[in-house]
Nanobody, 122 residues
Framework: VQLQAYGGGLVQAGGSLRLSCAAS????????MGWYRQAPGKERELVAT???????DYGSSVKGRFTISRDNTKNTVYLQMDSLTPEDTDVYYC?????????????????WGQGTQVTVSS
């Protein structure tokens, strides 16, 4: 199972970016998908996650500015980021909790994407 993220880049403060992340591979079902971010020397922090039933969690620093959505038919999660500030500059990592079927048994995997850089200039 692999996650491929798109949409990072450079934007001015107050601007917007949209990230997307698609899961591929032998997937039975995906439970939670979402985004975390991490700056050098800091712990990875929650940005937003969304369950397969639509339950959403946002990190406190992005509530009201970021919107997560999901297309389960495409195994894809999106993150609309508005009103960006320089404090949002980070590497953003896509996450998926995936169930796969292997030799007749179901296994749960936590899968991470490669990270995409978001830079917000002041």
């Amino acid at each position: 199972v692999q996650l491929q993220a798109y949409g990072g880049g450079l934007v001015q403060a107050g601007g917007s970016l949209r990230l997307s992340c698609a899961a591929s591979g032998s997937i039975f079902t995906i439970n939670t998908m979402g985004w975390y971010r991490q700056a050098p020397g800091k712990e990875r922090e929650l940005v937003a996650t969304m369950s397969s039933l639509g339950s959403i969690d946002y990190g406190s620093s992005v509530k009201g500015r970021f919107t997560i959505s999901r297309d389960n038919t495409k195994n894809t999660v999106y993150l609309q980021m508005d009103s960006l500030t320089p404090e949002d500059t980070d590497v953003y990592y896509c996450y998926a909790g995936v169930v796969v079927i292997s030799t007749g048994n179901a296994r749960f995997l936590e899968v991470w994407g490669q990270g995409t850089q978001v830079t917000v200039s002041s």
